[in-house]
């Protein structure tokens, strides 16, 4: 297949194995908003990530950093 398509065969498949969605979830975004607001936009990433880790949300450390920058926290 990657013959067919010209490129080389680790391309391809670093192609077919890339994350399908990279965008931030909103789940995510309205509960970190939410809990910073309730703060009176105090708190910073650890305190959001421990809320984040108490609610047994499944979202790791760069995704709420990310989600964080996105939302301009």
């Not at 809320?51 to 995704?63: D, F, Q």
Request: include cysteine; hydrophobic fraction near 30%; glycine fraction near 6%.
């Amino acid at each position: 297949m990657a013959r067919v398509l010209g490129v080389s065969r680790s391309g391809y498949y670093k192609y077919l194995n890339r994350h399908k969605d990279r965008s931030v979830a909103p789940e995510l975004t309205n509960f970190l908003q939410e809990k910073w607001l309730k703060s009176r936009k105090n708190y910073g990433f650890k305190r959001l990530f421990q809320e984040v880790k108490k609610s047994n949300l499944p979202y790791g450390a760069r995704k709420v950093r990310k989600a964080m920058k996105h939302c301009k926290i």
